[in-house]
C-alpha cells in the first residue's frame, strides 16, 4: 500500500503554485492598473488646461490598459478550464494507476519466472562465448597454418621454377642426345644396309640364277616348295644343298660385322589361302611358324649364333600375289630372309 500511494503522489500533479502565481500577477495588475489610474488622474489635475493632447494619449493608455485587462481575464477562464481539465486527467491518471498496482501484483509472479530464464540465457549466453572464444582461437590457429602453407608454397614454386630450368636444360641435352643417337642409329642402319646388300650378292651368287630365287626390298625370297612338301613343315632332303650355300653366306657376313652393330636374320614363314586342318597343325599360322622354325634350326645345326636368328610365322595374312591362281598360291607359299636391327 505503501509503493501504490509512493506511486500516486510520483504520478499526481500539484495545480496550486500555478493558481496562485496566476491571481498574483492578476493582483499586480489591479495594483498596477489602480496606480496608473492614480497616475493619471494627477496628470490630468496638473495638466487638465491647455494639454488635450495629453489627455488624448492618456486616453489611448487607458483603452490598451482595458484591452489588457479583458486579455488577462479571459487567459485566466482559459486556465481554469485548463484546471478543470488537468483534474479530469488527474482522476483518469488515478484510476490507471489503480490499474496497473492491480497488474503490478500479478506480475510479480511472472518476475520470479523470468528471472529464473533469465539465469538460464545467462548461462547459454557464457557459454556461447566460451565456444566463440574457441572459435576464434581455432581461426587464429588456422590462420597460422594458412601462413605457414604459403611460405611452404612460396618455396615449392621456388623449387619448381629451378626445377623447370633444370627440365629445360635436360630437355636440351636430351634433344641434342637424341640427335646424336639418331645419327648414330642412321650409320648403324646404313652399315647393316651395306652387310645385309653383300649378304644377298654373296647368297645370289652361291645359289645361281635361278628366277624363283628373287630379292624383294630388304628380302630374300625363295618358294617353300623347294624346301618343303604341301602340309608339312619337315625339310625335304634336297633341301639341304639349298641351306647349306645359305649357311655359308650367312657365316661370311657373320664373321664380318663388328659385334658392336645388334643385328639378327629374320626367317619368315608364308603360306597360301588354302586351309589346313590337321592334328599337327590346326591353321596355317601353325603351318608357317613350323616352318620357319625349321630353317632356323638347320641353320644353328650349321653353325650359325642363335643369338643372331629369329623364326616368324605369318600363316596366309601377308600375300605377294594376288588371286588364286596356281601361280599366285606357288608364290605366296615361301619363305624370307632378312637381316635387321636386333
Do not use: C
Amino acid at each position: 500500500m505503501a509503493l501504490a500511494r509512493g506511486r500516486r503522489q510520483q504520478y499526481s500533479t500539484n495545480y496550486w503554485p500555478g493558481f496562485v502565481d496566476m491571481l498574483s500577477t492578476l493582483l499586480l495588475v489591479v495594483i498596477f492598473l489602480m496606480s496608473m489610474f492614480m497616475v493619471t488622474n494627477y496628470i490630468i489635475t496638473q495638466a487638465s488646461s491647455g494639454k488635450d493632447t495629453m489627455l488624448s494619449r492618456l486616453n489611448r493608455q487607458l483603452s490598451e490598459l482595458t484591452e489588457l485587462l479583458a486579455l488577462e481575464r479571459s487567459q485566466k477562464d482559459s486556465a481554469e478550464d485548463n484546471l478543470a481539465a488537468l483534474q479530469a486527467t488527474l482522476f483518469d491518471k488515478d484510476k490507471e494507476n489503480q490499474r496497473l498496482t492491480g497488474l503490478l501484483g500479478d506480475a510479480s509472479g511472472l518476475t520470479e519466472n523470468a528471472k529464473g530464464r533469465i539465469e538460464i540465457l545467462g548461462t547459454k549466453l557464457k557459454d556461447q562465448r566460451n565456444i566463440t572464444n574457441d572459435a576464434l582461437a581455432k581461426v587464429e590457429l588456422l590462420n597460422q597454418q594458412l601462413a605457414a602453407l604459403r611460405l611452404q608454397l612460396a618455396v615449392l614454386n621456388e623449387a619448381l621454377e629451378a626445377s623447370e630450368a633444370k627440365d629445360q636444360e635436360s630437355q636440351t641435352k636430351i634433344a641434342n642426345l637424341g640427335q646424336r643417337l639418331n645419327v648414330a642409329l642412321a650409320l648403324k642402319v646404313q652399315q647393316l644396309a651395306r652387310y645385309r646388300s653383300d649378304f644377298f650378292g654373296k647368297l645370289r651368287e652361291a645359289l645361281g640364277s635361278r628366277e624363283d630365287f628373287e630379292i624383294v626390298g630388304d628380302r630374300f625370297v625363295f618358294p617353300s616348295d623347294v624346301l618343303f612338301d604341301p602340309g608339312s613343315a619337315e625339310l625335304k632332303p634336297a633341301a639341304a644343298t639349298q641351306l647349306n650355300k645359305l649357311s655359308t653366306a650367312l657365316k661370311e657376313i657373320e664373321g664380318n660385322i663388328p659385334p658392336d652393330l645388334a643385328w639378327v636374320m629374320r626367317v619368315d614363314g608364308h603360306t597360301d589361302i588354302t586351309p589346313i586342318n590337321s592334328a599337327e597343325f590346326p591353321s596355317n599360322w601353325e603351318l608357317s611358324s613350323a616352318r620357319a622354325i625349321s630353317v632356323v634350326r638347320y641353320l644353328m645345326d650349321q653353325g650359325i649364333s642363335p643369338e643372331h636368328l629369329v623364326a616368324a610365322g605369318f600363316g596366309e595374312f601377308q600375300p605377294i600375289g594376288s588371286g588364286d591362281s596356281d601361280q599366285a598360291l606357288a608364290k605366296n607359299r615361301r619363305i624370307e630372309l632378312k637381316i635387321t636391327e636386333r
